[in-house]
């Protein structure tokens, strides 16, 4: 009975192949750290849960998604969304690991561009992207068909509303006076 083939095993072989792995893998993270949002600068000095690019991506879709609410002025407007990006980070590290690991997961296909373009249609990063990019983008998961676009909508716009009304500093802005009586569980 003939023997059934087997490759050849040398040592010349198996050092083809893993300089080919090597390679292949080095590729990769080339590729993905070029396809990456490099231009992304923290907005927080020190972030238990969010990267710089999470910050940036978080800091777009509060000034897109509260435009009508931020006040006008560049100073205000910023300190405004920083205090709702460092609220996400908080509310981040308050939620079960298990959830923690989703948002960091959906934040991570967000930065990158391939994965963000099949969710979102943006191949611009997220530094670069201006407010009417992210509302355009934010208008094509709203409005899309496919459910998994619009529970990314959803999921993002709850997160950035509920970061900006947690904060007793924003309540002004919208005309809250904040609770009639204080006290534990007195809140109204």
């Known amino acids: 009975m003939p023997r059934a ?3 050849a095993r040398s040592r010349r072989s198996f050092l083809k192949v893993g300089a080919a792995a090597v390679a292949l893998i080095g590729a990769g993270g080339w590729l993905a750290s070029h396809f990456a949002d490099r231009g992304a600068v923290a907005v ?6 969010l990267d710089a690019r999470s910050q940036a991506m978080l800091s777009k879709l509060a000034d897109a998604l509260l435009d009508g609410m ?3 002025d560049p100073a205000s407007r910023i300190k405004v969304i920083q205090r709702v990006v460092a609220t996400a980070d908080q509310s981040i590290a308050a939620l079960p690991p298990a959830i923690q690991k989703e948002t960091k997961d959906l934040f991570g296909l967000l930065a990158l561009a391939p994965t963000r373009a099949l969710l979102t249609g943006q191949w611009t990063g997220w530094a670069n992207a201006s407010r009417e ?3 355009r983008m934010l208008d094509g998961l709203r409005g899309s068909s496919v459910a998994l ?5 959803m999921g993002l716009r709850d997160l950035v509303a509920s970061c900006f ?5 924003t309540w002004p802005l919208v005309g809250y006076p904040g609770p009639l009586l204080r006290g ?3 809140e109204v």
Do not use: I, M
């Open 44 to 49: 927080l000095d020190k972030a238990a849960h």
């Open 149 to 153: 676009r619009r529970a990314v909508y």
């Open 5 to 7: 083939y087997a490759p």
């Open 133 to 135: 990019d992210v509302s």
């Open 165 to 169: 009304y947690a904060s007793p500093e």
């Open 184 to 186: 534990p569980g007195a």
């Open 70 to 72: 931020l006040p006008n």
